[in-house]
């Protein structure tokens, strides 16, 4: 049932993605429920420059709000994918683009295209349309006449400073009361352990049915009706984010991708917006002081850096998200290094599943709830640590992140070096909603050289007919993205012309 009254608490990206998606699903599900967001302009949000993925796309398309207005509005840049430099040894380089051209191969639910690939010993960014656009740093848009029309079926992500995303997001925010003010104490009933409301620092208390914990690293209510931290940083090598920005220079074609570039005790993030470059060194407090680490990315980039904040990183999650009748989402719930751009996508992937949850409730939606994003978290976890899997042993932080692989990353890496990983190695995620499966390792195992191209050619071997229609598509998708990347505007001319084009 859907709750009269919903306070989401926190006015970063995560609480107004919550407010207008809880808003609107309980509209269309005839239960017209009464949004408040509570935010604080005494306390700022998290704003680093920030990377998505498909679904933020998704969720723009959900609510009929315009691509082209969000992109010319927030600065916002096109994203096809990571580029990860150094990772597996100085200077090696490999790309995870962010479509699955599976889904328009034609050859079932399989991995052909990358058995094709890895047989070979091609990259399996070949049958990619984001491969090619980023190759040449083209946008996803041709013009024809007048017009400019997409070049492919693909959703893709976008760059932005959330900051000014979240700010956008609050001016199409429809019926939502808004607070400004700070959550002074949190008022639970002693009996069933349920929040009653909130008393703010003006002395106003507000009610509700249900709360919705966005207040960042604070974890304001959450961690007052009893909620536990799952430190992963026995898995996870790095703690530590240095952010700072870089110029973009005048005319300078801007990447449609995020720069992640391996360091000696952690990685550089790289990610345009289209008034400059944020980014951030990612590191281990262990292996490297503060001034060491600037010193470090001021050597790897042969200019000073002016830096910008020191970001302490316990990457985790809540041990439960959802307890009584409060939720919490967004970094106070989860947060890991941002290697793969997951929070804001795992925000919006819990919005979906939270509200089709409200839609259809029973007694265990709140466990299934829980152990989805729990679930959800720790496959993120297990994705990014796979990154680390390297040949470098060139410093001690290196040398240490081989030394710690856990055992169950080794099983994995053993059973994928026998067969390229499918769809059928990962289960689908509640509801079939977006979640990390074949498509993302992929790149990553190929990137590392973690793969094996004669299991390919067996997998292949044994099914001859898979294999003809495996090598056409492959040659076909190939031939007809590399044009469509020719065809497309470049990235920069693309964001240039935003203010006078119209799309479909
Ligand atoms: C270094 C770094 C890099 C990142 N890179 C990426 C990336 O590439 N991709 C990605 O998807 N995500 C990334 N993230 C995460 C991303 O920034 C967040 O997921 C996103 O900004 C959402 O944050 P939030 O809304 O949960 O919290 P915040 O932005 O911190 O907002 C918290 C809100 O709560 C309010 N608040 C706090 N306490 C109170 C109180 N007591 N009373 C009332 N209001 C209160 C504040 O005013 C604020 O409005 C990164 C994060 C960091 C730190």
New binding site residues.
């Given amino acids: 049932m859907w709750p009269a009254r919903i306070l989401v608490?926190?006015?970063?990206?995560?609480?107004?993605l919550a407010a207008m998606m809880l808003g609107d699903a309980a509209r269309r599900a005839g239960r017209p429920c009464a949004v408040t967001v509570?935010?604080?302009?005494?306390?700022?949000?998290?704003?680093?420059?920030?990377?998505?993925?498909a679904v933020f796309r998704q969720m723009l398309k959900h609510f009929d709000l315009d691509e082209m207005e969000f992109l010319a509005a927030t600065g916002a840049t096109i994203k096809f994918g990571i580029r990860h430099k150094d990772w597996r040894r100085k200077g090696h380089s490999y790309d995870g683009p962010i479509d699955d051209p599976h889904q328009v191969a034609g050859l079932g639910a399989t991995n052909a295209l990358d058995l094709y690939a890895v047989s070979q010993g091609e990259s399996v960014g070949q049958p990619h349309l984001f491969q090619h656009l980023l190759n040449k740093s083209r946008s996803p848009f041709a013009r024809i006449g007048e017009r400019l029309v997409p070049v492919g079926p693909y959703h893709h992500a976008y760059h932005f400073d959330?900051a000014l995303a979240?700010k956008w997001l609050r001016s199409k925010a429809r019926a939502i009361d808004i607070i400004d003010?700070?959550?002074a104490s949190v008022n639970i009933n002693s009996e069933t352990g349920n929040i009653i409301s909130l008393t703010?620092e003006s002395g106003q208390v507000v009610e509700a049915d249900l709360f919705i914990d966005?207040?960042?690293?604070?974890r304001?209510l959450i961690t007052e009706m009893g909620a536990k931290w799952q430190h992963y940083g026995s898995v996870l090598p790095v703690n530590r984010?240095m952010?700072f920005w870089l110029d973009i220079p005048e005319g300078e074609e801007i990447a449609p991708c995020?720069l992640a570039w391996a360091q000696g005790s952690g990685w550089m993030?790289k990610?345009p917006t289209q008034e400059r470059y944020g980014c951030?060194y990612?590191y281990s407090d262990a292996h490297l002081t503060p001034d060491q680490a600037k010193d470090e990315i001021e050597a790897s980039l042969g200019h000073p850096i002016h830096v910008r904040n020191d970001?302490k990183?316990d990457a985790g999650r809540l041990d439960r998200q959802w307890i009584g009748n409060c939720i919490a989402?967004?970094?106070?719930s989860s947060?890991l290094?941002?290697l793969e751009?997951?929070?804001?996508?795992?925000?919006v992937v819990q919005l979906m599943l939270l509200s089709t949850l409200l839609d259809n409730p029973n007694d265990r939606s709140c466990s299934a709830f829980n152990v989805a994003c729990s679930r959800q978290v720790d496959n993120f976890r297990d994705f990014i640590r796979l990154h680390y899997v390297s040949e470098r042993r060139d410093t001690p932080f290196w040398r240490d992140v081989a030394d710690a692989t856990p055992d169950d990353l080794k099983h994995r890496l053993t059973r994928w070096a026998a067969k390229v990983p499918g769809p059928e190695d990962f289960a689908p995620f509640p509801m079939n909603l977006p979640h990390v499966g074949h498509h993302l390792h992929v790149p990553v195992l190929d990137g590392l050289g973690l793969l094996s191209p004669a299991s390919a050619k067996a997998a292949l071997a044994a099914n001859p007919k898979l294999r003809a229609n495996a090598r056409r598509m492959s040659h076909a998708l190939t031939t007809e993205y590399r044009q469509a990347a020719g065809r497309a505007l470049g990235h920069r001319e693309f964001l240039t012309s935003l203010q006078t084009e119209t799309v479909p």
């Fill in positions: 608490v926190g006015g970063g990206t995560a609480g107004w509570i935010e604080s302009s005494k306390i700022g949000t998290i704003g680093v420059g920030e990377g998505t993925t959330q979240g003010d700070q959550v703010l966005c207040t960042g690293f604070r304001r984010a952010p995020t993030w990610i951030g990612v970001i990183i989402l967004g970094l106070s947060f290094e941002p751009a997951t929070s804001i996508h795992g925000t």
